[in-house]
């Protein structure tokens, strides 16, 4: 019967966009959630800096990307992908710690982010990065000294006949300091 066939009809469609509606609104929950620890996060690490994210398209956030704006002190805002190479890996790490407000993994593995950091920066990131070690583990790769002082523990690796040596280093004096 045509009628019973439109009432399904409609059902079904109310039904999918409901579903859409859904999707939409925890997407937007979750957008909002990462962009405001986004700001925070990227305010703290670049010291009254700013930092956000942004929808391309606002009325249909499937259909379109999200982007990075960022303001490093004393600089225009601009786009992360106008952004140097240390502050692309500023926004990077940022944007990270951000997704780990919404669903925290137990680790994270970091290899040389802090390459392109001057030693402000550097020392700003381990910092915020032992911080947030309480609930994550952080294993970060590093050359820079600033991040090696700030580690609760410290490998060295090196190659020796060929093959990989590894060696636990003292704890560094700022480790031992956090910790009475």
């Known amino acids: 019967d045509l009628n019973i066939l439109k009432f399904a009809s409609v059902r079904i469609l109310n039904f999918m966009n409901e579903l859409e509606r859904k999707k939409r ?7 909002d959630e990462v962009n405001s620890m986004f ?3 990227f ?9 956000r994210l942004v929808l391309e398209n606002v009325e249909d956030p499937f259909k379109g990307g999200v982007d ?4 490093f002190p004393g600089k225009a805002e601009l786009a992360v992908g106008s952004a140097s190479g240390g502050e692309k890996s500023v926004a990077a790490v940022c944007f990270i710690l951000a997704l780990q407000s ?5 680790f994270y593995i970091f290899d040389e982010v802090d390459a392109h ?12 990065l032992r911080e947030r070690s309480s609930g994550s583990q952080f294993v970060l790769i ?4 600033i991040a090696v002082s700030r580690a609760m523990r ?16 003292p704890v560094p004096e700022a480790a031992t300091h956090d910790r009475t």
């Open 25 to 31: 609104d925890n997407f937007m929950k979750a957008f």
């Open 39 to 41: 700001q925070e996060i």
């Open 43 to 51: 305010t703290k690490i670049t010291n009254c800096g700013s930092g």
């Open 68 to 71: 990075l704006l960022l303001r």
């Open 102 to 106: 919404i669903h925290p993994m137990p």
């Open 117 to 128: 950091l001057d030693s402000v920066n550097s020392q700003r990131l381990a910092d915020l």
């Open 142 to 145: 590093s050359l820079k000294d």
């Open 154 to 169: 410290v490998y060295g690796v090196f190659i020796q006949r060929g093959t990989s040596q590894i060696v636990s280093l």
